[in-house]
């Protein structure tokens, strides 16, 4: 059937309610393609939702409200209810993510300080207080305390108490000394540990970047996009970057926590300060913040779904999205340094950093 003699067009739709005939409308399509019969498509008979997608083999791609997608054929529909023309893919997709956005308020997860900044319609006067104050604090702890940190256990290391002339810089990586000596079998416990916290320290690296990537405001950024809604959106994107900054920088100063930790004990302690800091912005939201905004941005959702014409996203300026790619490559650069970071603990850690019985130059 050629695809302007169809019946069904791009838009919206509403399935066939009657199981017997909703049923029937699979039969020349078998149960384990992509198009045929399930029990979450049947679920959804009599469901209204939006055809994305048309294709030749006489079938459709359905996407509804909750933004759950499936193909079906085209007997599968019962009635048209509205015709587009096209489909504007930036409005689309701009949908979809504020649809995630609202999902994520109700579900009380993940939108952080700097989200609440830039959604905010009613910000106080005084700068120094509320969203604003908040979202500076994150922005300063994030960017500067995990550099700070591992700046000062640098210094600390190659010019350790009472000791005079240039850097120790051989304190960074003894070999001999970490191998050797007395207290043989607590510095091999040290590396065991050591290492094995940096391999969790990855794992909870690669986790944190994961749910970073599926936040609907990085998402946007990464196309030069931000919610029109929003009433500073430059906040939102100063949000995803410094996360992907606080991340690698914790990522790395981590290496060095537990290379200078005297004990599993201060291992263990010590980088969960690390872990705090990555996870500050989202620990002072609280349940009132989530109330006082969902309600609203669940107005604009279903406006946006009732209005094709109002406008959902805005562009930003082309720097945020040319930062945005650059911390990505390098947060890929900083997980491979962490995931190799226990040869490194294995091959040097001895028994930490003491400062006044370190190696002296």
């Known amino acids: 059937m050629a695809e302007e003699e169809r019946r069904l067009t791009i838009g919206r739709v509403r399935l066939v309610e009657n199981p017997v005939l909703f049923r029937a409308a699979f039969a020349k399509y078998d149960d384990y393609s992509l198009v045929g019969w399930s029990e979450a498509k049947h679920d959804r008979r009599g469901k209204t939702g939006d055809i994305t997608k048309l294709s030749e083999n006489d079938t459709v791609e359905v996407e509804f409200d909750d933004g759950e997608r499936y193909e079906f054929p085209d007997e599968a529909i019962g009635t048209q209810l509205t015709r587009w023309q096209t489909i504007d893919t930036r409005r689309h997709f701009a949908f979809r993510e504020l649809r995630s956005l609202v999902e994520r308020m109700n579900n009380e997860e993940d939108v952080d300080a700097f989200d609440l900044l830039a959604l905010d319609p009613w910000p106080a006067d005084n700068p120094l207080v509320g969203n604003h104050m908040r979202a500076c604090v994150c922005a300063i702890v994030q960017l500067l305390v995990p550099m700070a940190m591992g700046a000062s256990l640098l210094y600390r290391i190659v010019l350790p108490e009472e000791h005079t002339g240039p850097p120790a810089w051989k304190n960074l990586c003894d070999v001999r000394e970490s191998w050797t000596g007395d207290r043989l079998t607590v510095k091999l416990i040290n590396k065991f540990v050591a290492s094995m916290l940096a391999l969790y320290t990855y794992q909870f690296l690669n986790t944190r970047v994961y749910l970073w990537k599926m936040k609907p405001t990085y998402r946007l950024l990464k196309k030069n996009l931000s919610f029109a809604v929003m009433v500073r959106p430059v906040w939102s994107a100063i949000g995803v970057i410094t996360n992907a900054v606080a991340l ?10 537990i290379y200078s930790s005297e004990t599993p004990i ?13 996870d500050i912005d989202d620990l002072l939201v609280d349940k009132y913040d989530y109330d006082r905004l969902k309600s609203a941005m669940t107005r604009i959702l279903e406006a946006s779904r009732a209005d094709r014409d109002m406008q959902i996203a805005t562009e930003l300026p082309n720097k945020f999205r040319w930062l945005l790619m650059s911390v990505s490559k390098l947060l890929i650069v900083v997980k491979l340094v962490v995931l190799l970071s226990p040869v490194y603990i294995v091959t040097c850690k001895g028994l930490g950093f003491e400062p006044s019985t370190r190696l002296k130059m």
């Not at 690698?248 to 926590?257: E, F, H």
């Not at 201060?266 to 990555?278: K, M």
Request: hydrophobic share 65%.
């Open 248 to 257: 690698m920088a914790c990522g790395l100063v981590s290496i060095i926590v």
């Open 266 to 278: 201060d291992t263990v302690l010590n980088s969960l300060a690390l872990y705090f800091i990555v």
